[in-house]
T-cell receptor
């Protein structure tokens, strides 16, 4: 089974702190994703990575950065946390190059509920 | 505008009935479609994938895809209270020659009444 793990289930930080969220997958997937999910707004893509050291912005990258130094690990960084970044953060991974006919389903980690005070 | 739309519900069905969840998408190039189940406070869990027109069955779940109508549905037979959750529809969007990303609908909240 695909296993995606996230470093914390619950996290409380103060405004202005630098926050690191880490995600690890054990299935040698090429692609990794960071989403946030808020009531009424659904899942929104922050960043994704399709290879080591490669990244692409999603729909809401402002205030976030990412790092992928190893294939299995994808980190989300909040440079200076703000209260509007209080949310559920979900990491996902998938295999493949996104070609037609590939099985490109995403598998999610358990999520990190971040509260910024 | 590439979108995946779902009826947000809530949808209530009695235990043992068939629950029917629907999803439409606007990008004609989408080729892969997925249904995820999300319990309150938990992360989405993949329950069905469908890649070609027609029906795909897995236990009590049947996914249906009609590319001409740009329509995907999920049927849950013999619904159980444990099926009560939000169901997310997702489509693989081909952008820049690649479909790595998924576009998610906003989800349909299903309640199965005992």
């Amino acid at each position: 089974d695909v296993k995606v793990t996230q470093s914390s289930r619950y996290l409380v930080k103060r405004t202005g702190e630098k926050v690191f969220l880490e995600c690890v997958q054990d299935m040698d997937h090429e692609n990794m994703f960071w989403y946030r999910q808020d009531p009424g707004l659904g899942l929104r893509l922050i960043y994704f990575s399709y290879d080591v050291k490669m990244k692409e912005k999603g729909d809401i990258p402002e205030g976030y950065s990412v790092s992928r130094e190893k294939k299995e690990r994808f980190s989300l960084i909040l440079e200076s946390a703000s209260t509007n970044q209080t949310s559920m953060y979900l990491c996902a991974s998938s295999r493949g190059q996104g070609l037609a006919g590939e099985r490109n389903e995403q598998f999610f980690g358990p999520g990190t509920r971040l509260t910024v005070l | 505008q590439k979108e995946v739309e779902q009826n947000s519900g809530p949808l209530s069905v009695p235990e043992g009935a068939i629950a029917s969840l629907n999803c439409t998408y606007s990008d004609r190039v989408s080729q892969s479609f997925f249904w995820y189940r999300q319990y309150s406070g938990k992360s989405p869990e993949l329950i069905m994938s469908i890649y070609s027109n027609g029906d795909k069955e897995d236990g009590r779940f049947t996914a249906q895809l009609n590319k001409a109508s740009q329509y995907v549905s999920l049927l849950i037979r013999d619904s159980q209270p444990s099926d009560s959750a939000t169901y997310l529809c997702a489509a693989a969007i081909f952008s820049s020659g690649s479909a790595r990303q998924l576009t998610f609908g906003s989800g349909t909240q299903l309640t199965v009444l005992p």
